[in-house]
């Protein structure tokens, strides 16, 4: 008799685990996914055309609060925990949860879940979202560039939409416009799509992968949240953020990024204090001493820095990391604060979805997140931008989120791109692996 199985998920980790383990093991009956973290992506259903033959009618996905009714409705044996960027208490407040109800508790390793391709990998993760892995990523595409090779960005799925979609291809705006996506979605596709490099996503990475490998000639997992990559990497190279330095080794699965890192990456130190700088470095040298440490600086830009100087300002962040990535503010904050803007706090002029993340969020500053994970929220957005009495919006979000919404006031985009401080050893370091393939 196979075992009767939960994955715990966010729209992402969970169904690639599902993908690669699970699909077509006679061993396991996954009865549900659950889903938590991004809103409306419950109450779905994982659909036949990926779920596979063993599962000709897809499978339900529950809000993850109905765990422990679904393990003692369905007996259930095993729960398998696939999403990111949580604690560590997180993961065994929930084992425990499972575990009362009469079930084993997983987690699913990269032995298990790694796809190997004939393209050499490189695998950008992080300790925590937020860290920047965007701009990491962008700079590695510019180095493989340099010498002449093509590189084919793979990102980390965000199937929050239609799941029939299995490989999406990004190369223009329009394909933006294709696909329907989400906000989340374009602040990773569209910076790439700017420096003229092809993103593929979707929901099953093996056949994703099948379409880079025909395009480029070196792949670059830029990974979501702090999750673990999907394909083997040639190279990992996992992003540090030195203003979270403590949570290095006590979030899940940033602790596994940092540990397995080949080399890691302590960004933003422009803008980092100096003594969270040294204690990373340190957690670094005494945690992983075979990686290669090297620091960049998350180098911000405003494309009309008349329109912030000295002026009352809302502040548009990117959304994950100031709700679950858990910073107050980000980048566009930082900037405007710079130079001398007065940030307006939206938490009183917020409706709707927005109003409640600040309420679910409560560590969120004056600065509103940028969601739009379905079309209701993103009207929810527009009215709570044109509530707000500003001068201008600054959109700290790497999307252009005007291009999908109506915002009235004049409006600022900020751009970041990352370099290296002092010799460029990354640099040499991925030419050096390149060249040599």
Known sequence: MPRKAIILGAAGRDFHNFNVFFR???????????????????????????????????????????????????????????????????VMNLASKAMAAGASFHLLGPKDTELKSKKPVISIVATRTGAGKSTISRYVSSIIKSIGKKPVVVRHPMPYGDLNKIVQRFETYEDLAKYNITIEEREEYEQHIDTGTTVFAGVDYMKVLKEVEKEGDVIIWDGGNNDMPFYKPTINICVADPFRFEDTLSSFPGEVNFRSADVIVINKVNVSPMGNIGKLEKIAKREVPNALVVKTSSEAKLDKPELVKGKKVLVVEDGPTITHGGLSEAVGAFISKKLGATLVDPRDRSVGSIKEAFQRFPHIGSVMPALGYSSEQLEDLE???????????????????????????????????????????????????????
Request: charge should be positive; hydrophobic fraction near 35%; aromatic fraction near 10%.
């Open 383 to 437: 009215k709570s931008i044109s509530r707000v009495e500003c001068d201008a919006v600054v959109l700290g979000t790497p999307s252009n989120i005007s291009k999908v919404i109506s915002i009235n006031q004049p409006v600022a985009r900020v751009w970041f791109e990352a370099k290296e401080v002092g010799e460029e050893l990354l640099k040499e370091r991925l030419i050096n692996i390149l060249q040599n393939i």
């Open 24 to 90: 077509n093991n006679k061993h396991f009956k996954v009865i549900a996914f659950t889903a938590t973290q991004i809103p409306y992506i419950s109450n779905r259903k994982y659909p036949p055309k990926v779920s596979g033959r063993m599962y000709p009618k897809g499978i339900p996905i529950y809000d993850e609060e109905k765990m422990v009714e679904l393990i003692k409705k369905h007996g259930v044996q095993d729960v398998y925990f696939s999403y990111s960027d949580v604690s560590h208490q997180h």
